[in-house]
């Protein structure tokens, strides 16, 4: 709601009514200009933005890395360390109350810690100890979650460990210790139901992923592991709309978001090249079974429409088009959803919404990061592309909300 | 406020530096001042999403299996040819004699053009005298300096050829 621009034209109406004086209007409409908070969206759309471009002009680099001589590779490799410094005491200084800085000040931090480690590997031409890498990722991370108070470099910092910890107890056990303080006092400061939303998402991601691996052991062929997952991810759905009426009980919705999240997952990892994928026709029957289950329920008490009616559409379609062009439908599905929550996030000001959107389409990104068959120079001029697109959309929604005095 | 938080940012960035600065004095000390050992391999060309682009490096001395995740030493000498030869892969550190911690040399990096070129030109070793990495080793440590294709670094035998 804009509710600055529509003070500012009822305490007209309400002065023009002697209902308050013209002093008493000042103050009420400063009041609630003096509310107004920064919007995370925008700082994220620059941040991304940012890093695209950083990251295409690295690649660039990439491209005649090797005739440099080695004290220039260093060099260069530390200029992201050294920016992200400057962020962070920036942030430190001038924006510690705000989490959205904080947020990307301790993301970038630790992926330019990253990226120098491996640069400085790749210089030297160490042999490749991934899970040596991943161990002084994780070290060097947790100190900015704790600094920052960050929920993302949590999460950087439980990828490193799962790869870190892998089979070795004490790794494990001195890695979760140190991050257990940190877990303590978020979850104390979160509220119930966005903690057991993010619980309830790891929980879907692991419980997919394992119920179709089971299935594909005992059967060993690809198509049917699609299915049951898809299947399950819809069958979460259906079960949210049945538990909602049965009961309002917000306990109910995690499962909502585990079909949602599944089914996000599941898009995203077909949209790599590289993993086998045989699809079938008839692979579409259970998933079309199910979708039309589910529309029935939805059918019965529609009054708009809800995230998980599009995730089941786009589970349906991508078993439709599977068979033809899987891994383009995985990418376009997967962007599309992206773009359909940012822009509904931000009609509605919901960070969650325009979150789950932004890791859609940053998902697509970085996995085409990853693709092998892809020219150093193409990636460099696409994610510069891309983050000229971002702060583009920085900038036009900025200026929209300008004008609309937000 | 501001105080404690930047004071520990300024120890945490310290912290940072230093462990990057230490690897690379490290790994720089060695390339600049360390012994040649050429490597007689035989180079592959796979891809490091994280790394990039890379030829994998395979040498006649392969580390044992036991010694895997286990810190080892090689033992270091060189045969009539002047080539590199491990002698003996041990858990215990030499007291004397050239030798290098935890070598693996399984890694060259390359440009993406050039990596697939690299493994074109090495599918046919007979045609060339001789293929090698030349190794600087020095107090146990070692870098690779250059891979080399009939004593020409790799990088300027490829681009000759492209």
């Not at chain 2, 230490?22 to 720089?28: D, K, S, V």
């Not at chain 2, 990495?133 to 050829?161: C, H, M, Q, T, W």
Request: hydrophobic residues 50%; aromatic residues 14%.
């Amino acid at each position: 709601m804009q509710h600055n621009k529509w003070i500012v034209n009822e305490s007209e109406e309400w002065v023009k009514e002697e209902i308050i004086t013209e002093q008493q209007r000042e103050i009420i409409v400063s009041r609630y200009a003096a509310v107004k908070k920064g919007n995370p969206l925008i700082i994220f759309f620059a941040i991304i933005g940012s890093l695209l471009i950083g990251a295409g002009i690295i690649m660039i680099f990439a491209v005649n890395w090797y005739k440099l001589p080695v004290p220039v590779k260093i060099s260069i490799s530390f200029i992201p360390l050294l920016a992200a410094f400057a962020l962070c005491v920036f942030t430190a200084l001038k924006k510690y109350k705000s989490a959205a800085y904080k947020e990307c000040s301790a993301i970038f931090l630790s992926l330019s810690f990253f990226a120098v480690t491996a640069l400085i590997g790749q210089t030297f031409h160490t042999a490749v100890d991934m899970r040596g890498y991943f161990l002084v990722c994780a070290v060097f991370t947790l100190p900015a979650a704790y600094i920052f108070r960050s929920k993302t470099a949590l999460s950087i910092y439980t990828a490193c460990y799962t790869y870190a910890a892998f089979s070795s107890l004490p790794i494990s056990l001195v890695l979760l210790a140190a991050a257990l303080p940190l877990f303590y006092f978020e979850i104390k400061q979160s509220k119930i139901n966005a903690l057991s939303g993010y619980l309830l998402t790891l929980a879907a991601i692991m419980f997919s992923y394992c119920i179709s691996a089971v299935f594909d052991t005992v059967f060993g062929d690809s198509y049917i592991t699609e299915t049951v997952a898809f299947s399950i991810a819809v069958v979460y759905l259906i079960l949210d709309e049945v538990l909602h009426k049965i009961s309002n009980s917000y306990f109910l919705t995690p499962v909502k978001v585990m079909g949602i999240y599944s089914i996000s997952f599941l898009l995203a990892l077909l949209s790599f090249d590289m993993l086998p994928m045989n699809v079938y026709l008839s692979s579409v029957i259970p998933i079309l079974i199910l979708c039309g289950v589910y529309a029935a329920l939805r059918a019965k008490n529609y009054k708009g429409m809800k995230s998980g009616d599009l995730f089941a559409a786009a589970a349906l379609l991508f078993m439709i088009f599977a068979p033809f062009f899987s891994v383009i439908s995985a990418n376009i599905l997967t962007i599309g959803l992206g773009i359909i929550f940012i822009v509904r996030g931000s009609r509605k000001l919901r960070v969650a919404y325009i979150n789950t959107g932004m890791f859609l389409v940053m998902f697509i990104i970085i996995g085409r990061f990853f693709d092998s068959e892809l020219d150093l120079l193409i990636k460099g001029i696409v994610f510069i592309l891309l983050g000229i697109v971002f702060l583009i959309a920085n900038f036009a929604i900025s200026r929209k909300r300008k004008e609309q005095n937000l | 406020m501001k105080k404690p938080v930047l004071i520990v940012l300024a120890v945490y960035f310290a912290l940072m530096l230093a462990f990057c600065s230490y690897t690379i004095l490290l790994h720089y000390d060695t390339l600049q001042n360390g012994e040649d050992y050429k490597f007689s391999v035989i180079p592959r060309d796979p891809y490091d999403p994280f790394l990039g682009r890379y030829v994998e490096l395979r040498t006649e001395n392969r580390v044992p299996y036991s010694f895997d995740g286990s810190v080892f030493y090689a033992l270091l000498s060189k045969n009539s040819l002047g080539f590199a030869e491990v002698s003996e892969f041990t858990k215990e550190k030499p007291q004397s004699g050239a030798y290098a911690k935890n070598l693996r040399l399984e890694r060259y990096y390359m440009n993406e053009k050039m990596a697939p070129e690299a493994e074109k030109v090495t599918m046919n070793p007979d045609k060339y005298d001789s293929m090698y990495v030349l190794v600087k080793v020095k107090n146990g440590n070692y870098v690779i300096e250059g891979l080399y294709v009939d004593d020409v670094p790799i990088e300027d035998f490829i681009a000759s050829r492209l």
